[in-house]
C-alpha cells in the first residue's frame, strides 16, 4: 500500500532559481495600459489569471490586456478582468506562430503600452515585447525549480508596481453560466459537487479507475450529505467518464464534452471538492477557488501543484529528482499512483474540505519572498 506524501520536494539537478529578467517601472506615476502575455496550454495560462487579478487590484486605473493563443482565449474573454483579450493563431507551431503574432502587431502597437508582462519568454512572446517597445517589462522564470505561481508571481512584482496578494476571486461575465447544463443533468442546488477528473494525459498520471469507484463509496459512507459525483472536461476522457457513471449509478452527472471552459469554471466555483490528475481542469479547479485535492504520479507536482491553503497534494512517486516527466514511472509497472489506496485519499480529502471551509481562502498574502 502506498500512503500519499505530506511535502512536494523541489526537483533536484534544475538549474537554481533565476533572477527575473526585467526593466522596471521607474516614472512616479502608475502606468496607463499594461499587457500580459502566455502563450501555453489552457492550464498553464489559467493558472496566470488570478496573480494578474492581483495585479488589476493593486492599478485599478491601468488597462489591462491580455495576448495568448486563440485554444485558450473563451475564458479570458468570459472574465471581468481584461480590458481587451487578443488571439495569436497558429496552433503548437512556433513559425505559425510568429506569422500570425507578426500581423497582430500593429494593432497592440496603437495600444502604445507602458509595460509589457511576458509570462511565456519564447522566442514569438520577445519579438512581441521588442516590437513594443515597451517603457518597463518583465520576462518569465522558465527554468527554476519554483511552482509555477510563484514564478508568475515574481515575473509581475519585478516590474516594481508592489506585493501581490493573490486569492481566488475571478468574476465571469455571466456568473450563472453553466448553471442550466447542470441543473438539466439533475443537480438540485443543494447536494455537495465533487468532481472527479480522471484526465491524466499518460498511464503513469493515471489513479486507476476502480480507484475512484472506491472514492466515491467511502466518500458516501464517511460524508453524510447528499452528494452528486460530477465529471467535466474534454471528450478524450469520455471512455472514463462512462466507465464511472456505469460503476457508480445514478449519483454521477456526465457533462464531458458539453461543457465550455467558462461553464466548466462557474460549475467548479460551486464545487465542494476537485479530486483530480494532474491536467489542465486541475489547474481551473484551484483557479476557481474550489477545494482542490491533486493526485501526482509520474508527473512533476513541485512545478505543477495547485496553490493556496484550500489545495492539497497527493503525491506518490518516490524518484530524488521528481523529474517523470514522459509520464511513464521510472520504477516499472505498476506505476506508484496505481498503489495509492482509495481510503487514505478520502482521508485527506475530507481533512481538505474541513479545512478549506474555516478560513478564507488565500494564494499567496503578498508577503512571499523574492
Not at 506569422?99 to 519564447?122: E, G, H
Not at 469554471?265 to 471538492?273: D, E, K, M, P
Not at 479530486?275 to 477557488?289: I, K, N
Amino acid at each position: 500500500m502506498t500512503r500519499p506524501g505530506v511535502d512536494v520536494p523541489a526537483p533536484v539537478g534544475l538549474p537554481e532559481a533565476e533572477s527575473v529578467n526585467a526593466r522596471p517601472w521607474e516614472s512616479t506615476g502608475p502606468p496607463a495600459r499594461i499587457l500580459a502575455v502566455r502563450l501555453q496550454a489552457f492550464g498553464d495560462t489559467v493558472l496566470t489569471l488570478p496573480y494578474l487579478q492581483a495585479l488589476r487590484r493593486l492599478l485599478p486605473g491601468a488597462s489591462l490586456d491580455f495576448l495568448t493563443r486563440s485554444e485558450v482565449a473563451e475564458l479570458p474573454r468570459a472574465l471581468v478582468l481584461f480590458d481587451h483579450v487578443f488571439e495569436i493563431r497558429g496552433g503548437r507551431d512556433s513559425r505559425r506562430q510568429l506569422v500570425s503574432a507578426l500581423t497582430l502587431v500593429p494593432r497592440l502597437w496603437a495600444r502604445r503600452y507602458d509595460a509589457v508582462i511576458d509570462l511565456q519568454r519564447n522566442r514569438v512572446s520577445r519579438v512581441v515585447r521588442r516590437l513594443l517597445h515597451p517603457r518597463s517589462w518583465s520576462e518569465f522564470d522558465r527554468f527554476s525549480p519554483r511552482l509555477a505561481g510563484e514564478r508568475t508571481r515574481r515575473t509581475i512584482e519585478a516590474l516594481g508596481f508592489g506585493s501581490l496578494h493573490v486569492r481566488p476571486d475571478l468574476k465571469l461575465k455571466t456568473p450563472e453560466a453553466g448553471l442550466r447544463k447542470l441543473r438539466g443533468a439533475g443537480w438540485d442546488g443543494v447536494s455537495d459537487l465533487v468532481v472527479l477528473n480522471p484526465a491524466g494525459a499518460f498511464p503513469g498520471r493515471n489513479w486507476p479507475l476502480p480507484h475512484y469507484v472506491e472514492f466515491c463509496r467511502l466518500w458516501v459512507k464517511r460524508r453524510p450529505r447528499p452528494v452528486r459525483f460530477l465529471l467535466l472536461g474534454l471528450p478524450r476522457i469520455s471512455e472514463r467518464a462512462a466507465f464511472l457513471r456505469d460503476a457508480v449509478g445514478e449519483d454521477v452527472i456526465n457533462l464531458v464534452g458539453r461543457d465550455t471552459p467558462s461553464e466548466a469554471f462557474a460549475i467548479l466555483q460551486r464545487a465542494t471538492l476537485v479530486l483530480s490528475e494532474d491536467s489542465g481542469l486541475m489547474h481551473l479547479a484551484w483557479v476557481a477557488g474550489a477545494p482542490t485535492a491533486g493526485l501526482f504520479g509520474a508527473s512533476r507536482a513541485a512545478w505543477a501543484s495547485p496553490h493556496g491553503n484550500y489545495s492539497t497534494v497527493i503525491a506518490t512517486c518516490r524518484e530524488p529528482d521528481g523529474m517523470c516527466l514522459a509520464g511513464a514511472c521510472r520504477a516499472g509497472s505498476p506505476h506508484c499512483l496505481a498503489g495509492l489506496d482509495a481510503d487514505s485519499v478520502v482521508d485527506r480529502a475530507l481533512q481538505l474540505v474541513d479545512s478549506a471551509s474555516r478560513s478564507p481562502k488565500i494564494i499567496t498574502t503578498g508577503l512571499s519572498k523574492a
